[in-house]
């Protein structure tokens, strides 16, 4: 696993007007490679025999399962991290979280990326200054919200002031929050994404609530009161197509591609009053990782599987199947790894 830390935003004190607050966000990227057979091998032991003609030596060479995460909006500069200080609230900017195959990534995979959005007690103040956050008389509350968007605006709160989290189907926006994502300018912030049911779109598989009590890592606690999980699986599978094996010919530019969609293309942060996150560090660390989709999300083997999928690889052929078989990979891959404290799926891990 390769990890870099790409951005962090770091809020000051904020000067007259302006509400300057130093937002600093730490993006650590995670390049994991997953598999459900231990991809990467090369096996020389395996011996066929032939009855009175000695032996013959097979080699079975497995293909490889390697991505690359990158975001190309946010800096071309190998030496700069991308650090963002003194950022003015409901500030916009550039950031793209898009995985690639790499050259010797041979097998089609299922690709998903973790975002973990930290949150914290403030209270959240309109474009127009006025408060969102207050009480019958208009005294200002502090409130759980997400210190970052990236176009979904954030998630609707019990009357507890606890998010919304579990099974992707019940997850809910604040419409006026997810309004001032997308909506353009004077009345929005254009902060969209890819989350879509298209070939070149992401799917939500779960969004988790993890406490800040729950993280091993104090430099993630600075000021926060957790971190959201989002989880997406991205709804084509992705190889490096230039050299992929000719069997799935038929299925590059289709369902098989190089390289991701970016999950979104901007993120967006919190407006609130002002001096409640002076000096405050907080990070979004996003992980990419890998699957591979032969053998796996299908519970049947290839030659099993010629009759309902119609290609006889084992691979889904449809955007349809890509979608229901990225998440069963990821369920059983999750189940099988609840113990093992390396797994990309452990979201309150956050030192890798």
Known sequence: MENKDLLQLTRGPKT???RKRKVFKHISIGV??????????????????????????????????TINLTEPKWTNDPKDPGNKEKVVPGDVFDKDPTVTAESNCVTPSFVYLQIRVPYAKVTKVNDDSTLYDKDANGAPLKKNHMLLTFGEGELMKTASDTFLVGDAA???YDSASEILDSAAPPNGHNVTNNINNGKDGWTLLRV??????????ASYKNGVEGYLVFT???????????VINDKYASLVNQVIVKKTTPLFNKVRTINCLEGQLDGIEYKMPIKAFAIQA?????GTDEDANKTSDGNGNGVPSTTAKVIEQARKAFETYTNQ?????????IVSSFSS
């Open 16 to 18: 007259g007007k302006e």
């Open 32 to 65: 994991v490679v997953l598999s459900a057979v231990g991809l990467g091998a090369v096996q020389t032991g395996a011996h066929s025999y032939l009855t009175g003609y000695g032996s013959l030596r097979n080699i079975f060479s497995e293909g490889k399962v």
């Open 170 to 172: 019940n997850i809910r």
């Open 208 to 217: 988790e609530d993890i406490s800040v009590n729950a993280i091993t890592d």
């Open 232 to 242: 997406y699986a991205y709804n084509s599978m992705i190889a490096n197509t230039d």
């Open 294 to 298: 032969t053998h796996t999300g299908t």
């Open 337 to 345: 790894n609840k113990d093992n404290g390396n797994a990309a799926t």
